[in-house]
Every structure is written in structure tokens, then in C-alpha cells.
């Protein structure tokens, strides 16, 4: 069986496209950055901690954990919680690239061991001048407090970009299932 250790409905959509029946779990896990800690450090450390948090409840299964986190300036911006936050993080990242990593890790627990298939996607997106008052009301008509970097690019949010680069237009949603597909081939899931 498939595992998405995740309760995010945006994963949750995203991987019902690849059309293979999964369940899904949340993973218990602190998500707290460690002092210090590099954000694609934190992605890569906090995917795999998602997987094997549900692998542990679910041997013989395939779990996919996955974390996102923008970062600027070579910090972590995490999903802002509340309006005063999206509306800070949206204003800090006007005119401005920030990078946007997203972990995969795909596990399986056996015996006393695993088998682990990992991918990083890293979309850059360019975001155009913003005025507060079109920061405000943005915030307002989608309140973004659970989306890292306080947007929802599959909505409302595209209008506040000049620009995407990436490999993967799934990516900034939260789960690149490009690099997702490779991984569940590589574990021998039947794709087209």
C-alpha cells in the first residue's frame, strides 16, 4: 500500500493525479527549525522525519513524506499562521527571487531495515513590486496561513508574480510529482 504522511488536502489532490490507490496519515512530528539549520537541510530532514514517523505504524508500506519552505535571503519563511504574518512575508518578498525547496522521500520499513528514494525540486519564483494595499486584500480574499510563503500560486496568488522557473509546475503546490513519479517507478509502482 501507498502512504502520503501527510493531512494536507493540496497533497492529498496532487497525488490522487498519478491515479494509484493510497491511503493517507499524519505523521507526528516536530517541524520546528533546528538553530542554524540550512532551509534545504531542514526540507530534506523534515520529508524524511514525515516518512519514517508513518513507516513506523506501517511496515511493508511505501510512505511519502514531503516538506516544503521559501527562503530568502538564506532563511526559512514557513507558512505564516495568521494575516499580520502573510501579509509581512508577502510585503519582505516584493520585487524580489525566492526559492522555493520542496522534499520527497519515498520509504519502506522491513525487518530491520528501509529502503529510502529521495528528490529535491527547487522553483524560484519572481515576485513582481507589490503595494500593501493589494498585499492586504489578497491576504484577505484567500487567507494563505497554511501555505509556505503565504500564497496559493494554483489560485488568486499567480497574480502576484512576474515570473516562475522551475521544472515542475506541481512543485510550488507542495508536491512535485514529476520528481514523485520518478521515485514510486524507481520503487517499482506501475506508471505510465
Not at 27 to 54: I, N
Not at 65 to 91: H, Y
Not at 98 to 126: K, N, P, Q, W, Y
Not at 176 to 181: E, S, V
Request: aromatic share 4%; with cysteine.
Amino acid at each position: 500500500m501507498l502512504v502520503l504522511a501527510s493531512t494536507s488536502v493540496y497533497r492529498r489532490e496532487l497525488l490522487a493525479r498519478l491515479r494509484l490507490p493510497f491511503d493517507t496519515a499524519r505523521p507526528d512530528l516536530d517541524e520546528t527549525p533546528l538553530a542554524g539549520e540550512a532551509p534545504d537541510a531542514m526540507v530534506r530532514r523534515l520529508s524524511l522525519g514525515k516518512a519514517r514517523a508513518v513507516a513506523r505504524q506501517r511496515p511493508g508500506d511505501w510512505v511519502i513524506g514531503s516538506d516544503q519552505a521559501a527562503e530568502l535571503d538564506g532563511r526559512p519563511l514557513g507558512k505564516p499562521g495568521d494575516r499580520a504574518n502573510a501579509v509581512g512575508q508577502l510585503m519582505s518578498m516584493s520585487g524580489r527571487d525566492v526559492r522555493f525547496l520542496t522534499g520527497i522521500s519515498l520509504l519502506c520499513r522491513h525487518g530491520d531495515g528501509e529502503t529510502l528514494h529521495e528528490a529535491m525540486d527547487i522553483t524560484t519564483v519572481r515576485f513582481r513590486p507589490l503595494q500593501r494595499d493589494e498585499v492586504e486584500r489578497y491576504v484577505d480574499a484567500e487567507t494563505p496561513y497554511d501555505c509556505a510563503g503565504s500564497f496559493k500560486c494554483e489560485g488568486l496568488g499567480i497574480a502576484l508574480f512576474d515570473a516562475i522557473e522551475t521544472c515542475d509546475p506541481t512543485a510550488l503546490v507542495g508536491l512535485p510529482l514529476i520528481a514523485t513519479a520518478r521515485l514510486l517507478r524507481a520503487a517499482g509502482h506501475a506508471l505510465p
